[in-house]
């Protein structure tokens, strides 16, 4: 291994090169956000079951006191993100596409952002696994890309090979930049501190040649941290192109290798966590720190202030939208995430999630897409920019139609809904929105299916049942009548009066019997 | 040889039994909604269409024509068609139950795809040899087949798409039939048999 | 309404690409003009005209909304497609039938834009090369090499009456120089070739001299360079054109290394006609084509072996717009096998 | 003579197929139809008997023998268009006498039940527990929303509720294809029906 930074030799079908937009957020350093009067922690922001309130109305509560307890294995904890009292636990607005309610934990602040920490635990490297994996759950850390899936599930398995995903493809967003400028030397030591959990012999951090700066300062904070280059690190440089920090493209981008369909990188011996996820590992690990808050990228041109800033989960969208000093009379929409794969923010009362990586407060045709799609042309851009080589038109026909075995049988679920075939296609069609229902229905009706299946099981069971018995009755009435002839022949004709009596209890025995049933 | 290939060229394209010589529109626009069923169509007709072929060539050559009962032609070949078709009914009923159940009335109707009846009749009009028999059955069969598989492709795609409410169903059929004809016709002169 | 991610799109959209599409053919219909004359240029209006009006009226008919639906141009691509197929000098009806036809039967019909099955310029043009084969076989020679040359007045005159101020009929400009009327090269090979000639025999004729032949080599290159322009702006893909080219070549190539006096050289075939127009303008129409990669190659290559299939021993010169429709015919059965691999699936 | 020899000929042609048939209608004999067992993965399997049958099989049953495929209301247009292309018949608006019924779930007044096993003799699919003269419940999981425990109820204490799946958990995206259809297209003026 000559040099640590080295520029990839692959490349995965497909992709597109959209405005990336960085320049608007990527100028100025990071900066704290503050503690908003109010915060509206979502219970079930994490992907899996939600968390479990542990809190009352009218506690009082510290920053990093646990309010939602992890239910069940794919959950992760929810903590308090400032001190205050819960003012409620309710139904609230969700940083959710569907803009619908669902369980949250509302606090008023009180501003002192008392805080309750965890016991850091300085020597990591000595420690049991367990341990570290119980206390990453128990700091509630899930993964930070976007994906919110829980950190300790992805730490457990031990692995050759740790991908850390900085690519950050997805245009405006520049957190995870300004993260690596800033915070070069910590996150190495992170980056070590997952390697060692997991185990990997081998480490390479995936980054887009746009972020050069941010490499240059990975290189000079590795050759501080780790002079020798113990931990085998290497920086592998990919071009910028969407959708680059893809798990399973930028896995393609360094190894050269597919992850096969239907599985996870861990079949080609290979975790991949994001660079923000490492830092908030390292964090809970040797300092003690819960996951109260994450950075967070304010952009889009209604903003007047824009740049990266650590946010409080539970920030609500309208105190953010204050603090950016956002334009009103031009904001068009606003948007969590990137704009390739976010959604729009519906009611801004709600607050932010764990995964809400940014904020976008567009103005008019800054984010516009055209309402009135022309038919399909079949022209194939889409399927020239699909990164999965599927043949979006085909799963369009079929979604648009409905013929959902067939949009099945084009697979369908190896869509990554990356976006990038609605944003090639021009006759401005919603591509992605056809196959987000088309998935949604397949579920829905296999989910229906399922029960019927499970309802003819019951019925035939019940059916099965009642034959039984109809032939149990039958059966029984069949014995008595014989035991009566049988008792009628020893006693002979002489005993008839003691046979007919026989007889007679005989039957009431058998009567009682079936009433018992 | 050639003969053989040129005859075969001759009647799955230039003289194509559905698209130019419209025979067997039945089960063209019947069966055709679907890829897999007009596959499984496609499979019984040529089936039955080469061993009609076949046998009513046996019938004309050595019962009809020694005994000089040309007129029965018509009946004896419908016997036979029809022999032949309740034998592959049966066939698919015991093999494929859902093809039979998708072909469902085309299936017997194929004793009445003119078809099959021209192309006996056909045969004999043309004074074709045993063989040229069968490989003119084989050939009408296999250009039936052709069209009838493209068309159920084409109709799969036509069915979902925006058509005016008119022209739905079997009218934008027809009208599917009527261009596929339109280019067949660059077939013609094709083949030019003496 | 709930709109779901990406939020911004791309800078493309149909009616860009149908208007390069326009602007690519113009080098063609240049250099038809220069070497055919006036008609080329009154067909192309006519064309384009009715192909809107057509357009329109249909659009109203179905209560579309047909502002948004006339700016996407492609009624005017079927209509300018239509106008360079046919001859110069064509009865001003002919190009009305056609044009009316293809945008009625062969494109609304099915709904529109994005739904025909069929190419709807070749739809029209068969239509029309079936219906009335005089008028459209009757091509003018290379104006360089015309007898007769023809001015404005009397190409108004022809277009409109069929006949010109003197009283000619269109037959009198159809001689050029050997005074043959017969006056496409393939037409004349074709003829030449069914009465017993060779093909070196033929070389002499005066429409077959020059590179390949007269005027329409350079015809077949200014497409050809309008085809590139696409290829470059990736309005279309290298597959179906290359496809096609490549299977004209070899087919025709293996013909004439079998018999080089019974057949038409490779070169030739890849020059005449409306070999150029086809695979970079009428076969790569995206929606009558199949859309797989594996499947536009198959596609093109489709196309190229029947247009020399025919050209040798069919029974039209030119093979181009029915090898097209037959192809199309084809387009989802092709569609169908040529799935690609999706990720994940590939063979390590 | 001729006209004997015609009618010989033909006698024997009809005899040596009708053997040949007589033969392959053995060999080629079809013992069950694997047809119901498609049909009833298709059907809902709420077994409420709307259809006229007494269950969900033997619906499948009469279908496979010939019945219409719209006489199923819990299966709705859905169910009717995957029947249609499992069989290759044309699909059909549901029968007019029953109408689409959304999914319910039978829920018991708990307070109001006397314990009278009524409605435990009715479910199909044994989804209502409780013994005589005690309280009955239904286990919303596995109640298919049938209907049939209402009648048998004597004090009525039976409600159906329809299943409400508006929360965040059981949102969908919505269908994005709102084509607008012009009134020219509407069904009422153009009465045009597919005949093949």
């Known amino acids: 291994m000559d040099s640590i930074q080295y520029t990839t030799q692959y490349q995965f079908h497909g992709g597109i090169h959209p405005e990336e937009h960085k320049e608007l957020s990527n100028q100025h350093s990071i900066g704290e956000l503050g503690v908003p009067p109010q915060l509206n922690i979502y219970l079930g922001q994490h992907n899996g079951q939600p968390a479990l309130p542990v809190v009352n109305v009218g506690d009082y509560v510290k920053r990093g006191q646990l309010i939602g307890r992890m239910q069940g294995n794919l959950s992760a904890n929810v903590h308090a993100s400032s001190s205050g009292t819960v003012k409620e636990i309710a139904l609230r607005p969700v940083a959710h596409a569907s803009g619908m309610n669902d369980l949250c934990v509302v606090i008023d602040t009180d501003g002192n952002d008392a805080s309750e920490y965890l016991e850091p635990i300085a020597d990591y490297a000595s420690v049991n696994k367990q341990v570290l994996l119980d206390r990453v759950a128990e700091a509630g850390i899930v993964g930070l890309g976007g994906a919110a899936f829980p950190s300790n599930i992805k730490l457990m398995p031990r692995v050759n090979h740790l991908i850390i995903n900085a690519a950050e493809c997805e245009p405006y967003i520049s957190c995870d930049d300004r993260l690596m400028r800033e915070n070069a030397d910590e996150l190495i030591n992170a980056i070590q501190c997952v390697q060692s959990i997991i185990g990997a012999q081998h480490c390479t951090i995936g980054i887009e040649d746009n972020k050069q700066e941010a490499i240059n300062a990975l290189l000079l904070a590795i050759e501080k941290q780790d002079p020798n280059n113990n931990s085998h690190f290497q920086i592998c440089v990919v071009p910028t192109k969407y959708p680059s920090g893809g798990e399973k493209q930028l896995i393609e981008l360094i190894t050269g290798k597919q992850v096969p369909a239907q599985q996870l990188p861990l079949a080609l011996g290979i975790i991949m966590h994001n660079v923000a996820t490492a830092l908030a590992v390292y964090r809970a690990i040797t300092k003690g720190e819960v996951l109260t808050q994450r950075l967070m990228t304010i952009t889009g041109k209604a903003a007047t202030i824009r740049g990266n800033f650590w946010t409080r989960i539970g920030t609500p969208f309208d105190w953010i939208l204050e603090q950016a000093k956002v334009n009103t009379q031009v904001l068009d929409r606003v948007i969590m995430g990137g704009p390739m794969m976010g959604f729009e923010i519906q009611k801004l009362d709600s607050g932010t999630v764990k995964s809400t990586n940014c904020t976008i407060f567009a103005e008019t045709n800054e984010l516009a897409t055209s309402n009135n799609s022309l038919p399909c042309i079949r022209c194939g851009l889409c399927a020239d920019a699909c990164p999965v080589s599927l043949l979006p038109q085909q799963l369009y026909w079929h979604s648009k139609s409905e013929e959902f075995n067939k949009a099945e049988h084009y697979n369908l679920f190896d869509c990554i809904e990356c976006g990038a075939c609605s944003y090639v296609c021009p006759s401005n069609i919603p591509l992605v929105q056809y196959y987000r229902f088309a998935k949604n229905e397949i579920v829905r009706q296999s989910d229906e299916k399922a029960k019927a299946s499970h309802a003819r099981e019951r019925h035939e069971f019940r059916e099965l049942r009642l034959q039984r018995e109809k032939a149990e009755r039958a059966e029984r009435h069949r014995k008595a009548a014989e035991a009566r002839k049988k008792a009628a022949m020893q006693k002979g004709e002489a005993d008839e009066k003691k046979a007919t009596i026989a007889d007679a209890v005989a039957r009431a025995k058998a009567r009682k019997q079936q009433s018992k049933d | 040889m050639t003969n053989y290939f040129l005859l075969l060229v001759s009647t799955v394209l230039v003289n194509n039994f559905v698209l130019v010589k419209f025979l067997g529109l039945c089960p063209f626009m019947g069966v055709s909604n679907k890829v897999e069923t007009a596959i499984g169509m496609s499979f019984a007709t040529t089936f039955v269409l080469t061993l009609a072929s076949a046998c009513s060539y046996v019938v004309n050559e050595f019962l009809l024509t020694p005994l000089g009962l040309e007129y029965l032609r018509t009946l004896c070949f419908i016997l036979v068609i029809a022999v032949v078709v ?31 009846l021209g192309v006996a009749l056909l045969n004999v009009n043309e004074q074709h040899s045993f063989i040229e028999s069968i490989v003119f059955g084989f050939g009408a069969a296999a250009g039936f087949s052709l069209v009838l598989v493209l068309f159920s492709a084409m109709r799969e795609r036509i069915n979902v798409a925006d058509v005016p409410l008119p022209f739905r169903g079997a009218a934008i059929a027809m009208i599917t039939a009527g261009l596929m004809s339109l280019a067949f016709m660059g077939f013609s002169g094709l083949v030019k048999i003496s | 309404m709930l ?41 192309l209006l006519t064309c384009s005209l009715v192909a809107m009006a057509s357009e329109a009226a249909i659009l109203k008919l179905r209560g579309r909304d047909f502002k948004s639906g006339l700016s996407d141009y492609s009624a005017l691509v079927t209509g300018i497609l239509i106008g360079l197929a046919l001859p110069p000098l064509a009865p001003w009806w002919v190009a009305v039938i056609g044009t009316f036809f293809a945008i009625t039967f062969a494109k609304h019909v099915y709904g529109g834009l994005g739904y025909n099955p069929f190419n709807p310029a070749m739809v029209g043009y068969v239509l029309l090369l079936i219906s009335f084969p005089v008028a459209m076989t009757s091509w003018l020679p290379p104006q360089n090499i015309a007898t007769n040359a023809v001015n404005f007045l009397d190409s108004l005159n022809l277009f409109l009456f069929e006949i010109d101020s003197q009283g000619n009929k269109l037959n009198f400009y159809l001689q050029n120089a050997d005074g043959f009327t017969m006056a496409t090269p393939l037409d004349e090979l074709k003829t030449g070739l069914s009465m017993g000639f060779t093909t070196a025999e033929l070389q002499d004729k005066l429409i077959l001299t020059g590179w390949v032949n007269q005027g329409w080599q350079w015809v077949n290159i200014a497409f050809l360079v309008g085809g590139l322009y696409l290829l470059t702006r990736k309005v279309i893909h290298w597959y179906i054109p290359v496809g096609m080219l490549g299977a004209i070549f070899l087919t025709s190539g293996l013909l004439t290394w079998i018999d080089p006096d019974l057949h038409i050289s490779p070169m030739t075939h890849l020059f005449s006609g409306a070999t150029m127009l086809g695979a970079f303008f009428i076969a790569t129409d995206p929606v009558s084509a199949a859309t797989t990669p594996k499947g536009r190659i198959i596609f093109g290559a489709g196309i190229g072996f029947l247009v020399v299939i025919i050209r040798n021993f069919g029974g039209y010169p030119d093979a181009v717009a029915f090898a097209v429709l037959l192809l199309n015919m084809a387009a989802p059965l092709i569609d169908h096998f040529t799935q690609p691999k999706v990720y994940g699936t590939r063979d390590a | 003579m001729n006209t004997l020899m015609a009618v010989v000929l033909l006698v024997l042609l009809a005899a040596l197929f009708g053997a040949l048939l007589g033969y392959a209608a053995v060999r080629f004999k079809v013992e069950s139809d694997p047809i119901v067992e498609q049909i009833d993965n298709i059907l809902p399997q709420t077994q409420c008997g709307q259809c006229g049958y007494p269950g969900c099989r033997p619906y499948a049953e009469a279908i496979a023998n010939g019945d219409e495929i719209n006489k199923c209301p819990p299966g709705g247009e859905a169910g009717v268009k995957a029947l249609a292309d499992l069989l290759g018949r044309e699909p059909k608006p549901l029968d007019e006498s029953l109408e689409e019924s959304v999914p319910k779930v039978a829920v018991i007044r708990e307070d109001e039940c006397i314990g009278c096993t009524k409605c435990i003799q009715a479910c199909p699919v044994d989804a209502i527990v409780g013994a005589a003269k005690l309280m009955h419940t239904v286990i919303a999981d596995e109640c298919t929303g049938c209907d049939l425990c209402v009648p048998p109820c004597p004090v009525d204490c039976i409600d159906m509720i329809p299943l409400t799946n508006n929360d965040l958990h059981h949102w969908q995206w919505p269908n994005p294809n709102s084509e607008p259809h012009s009134p020219f297209e509407s069904e009422q003026i153009i009465p045009v029906k597919q005949v093949s």
């Open chain 2, 86 to 116: 309740q034998f592959t009914e049966m066939v698919i009923h015991k093999t494929s139950p859902v093809l039979y159940r998708v072909l469902g009335i085309f299936l017997p109707l194929i004793t009445t795809n003119c078809a099959v």
């Open chain 3, 3 to 43: 709109k779901s991610s990406p939020f911004n799109q791309a800078s493309n959209s149909v009616t860009q690409l149908m208007l390069q599409v326009i602007l690519a053919t113009l080098p063609g219909a240049l250099i038809m003009f220069y070497f055919f004359g006036w008609g080329v240029l009154f067909n």
